[in-house]
Structure formats: C-alpha cells, structure tokens
C-alpha cells in the first residue's frame, strides 16, 4: 500500500517561501507520475503541479508558473521517493490546504489529462499553506 506524507506547511507572509515534502513509500514499483493539488474552503481542488519522473517532465497550473517549482528524488533502491514543491512569491490567493497525489499508471499524463482528479491511485492527508498579505 502507498503511502503518501506531506509537510512543510505553514504560514507566510506575501512575498516569502515555502517547501513542502512528501514521502512516498511502500510501493512495488515506483509511480512514475506524481503532482501536488490543493484545495481553498468552499473552492474545488486543482491541480498546482505534475511531473513525468522517467521522462523528468514537468507541468503548471498558469497561476503558479514561474513561482512553483516541482522536484523528486528517489533513493537509489527505489523504496522511497520524495516529492518537492518549492513555492516563492507566496501571494494570499496561494492559500489552501495543498495534496500530494501519485498516479502510478501516468493515465492523466499519457491522455494529455495532467491534472485529471480521477487519475490518481494514492493520496496523502494534506498539509495546510496560509499566505498573509
């Protein structure tokens, strides 16, 4: 069973950084396709960002790009990897509880659907990003 850990959390003021982690283990094989999401209250969760771990590929929601970076490594015996999502020029419509998803098949990346909610097997429990103006 994969399991997804997030952390890194917290609050900022406009204009600063943030780094979340996410730990993925206890995978047979390691989900080549990975993103954040998250989610405001009262809003529906997007997608933030996504990446293409073989093929080192990466995606953006509009609103982030340019900001958001998105990063892994995996240790050298493939039992664990760590998802980054490096966050800079926070703004306070950055708000929200954000996700990290695995999607081990890459069905959203190989049907063009990067951000498809439905395309991802594993979910951790979210961790909280709170940006003051």
């Known amino acids: 069973q994969v399991q997804l850990v997030e952390s890194g959390g917290g609050s900022v003021q406009a204009g600063g950084s943030l780094r979340l982690s996410c730990l993925a283990s206890?995978?047979?094989?390691?989900?080549?396709?990975m993103a954040w999401f998250r989610q405001a209250p009262g809003q529906e969760r997007e997608g933030v960002a996504h990446?293409?771990?073989?093929?080192?590929?990466?995606?953006?929601?509009?609103s982030v790009k340019g900001r958001f970076t998105i990063s892994q490594v995996t240790t050298p015996d493939h039992a664990k990897t760590t998802l980054y999502l490096q966050m800079d020029s926070l703004k306070p419509e950055d708000t929200a509880a954000y996700y990290c998803?695995?999607?081990?098949?890459?069905?959203?990346?190989?049907?063009?659907?990067?951000?498809?909610?439905?395309?991802?097997?594993?979910w951790g429990q979210g961790t909280q990003v709170t940006v003051s103006s």
């Open positions: 206890g995978y047979n094989y390691r989900p080549n396709c």
């Open positions: 990446i293409y771990i073989n093929g080192e590929e990466t995606r953006y929601h509009p």
């Open positions: 998803a695995a999607d081990k098949d890459c069905v959203g990346y190989r049907t063009r659907q990067h951000f498809s909610i439905e395309a991802f097997n594993y």
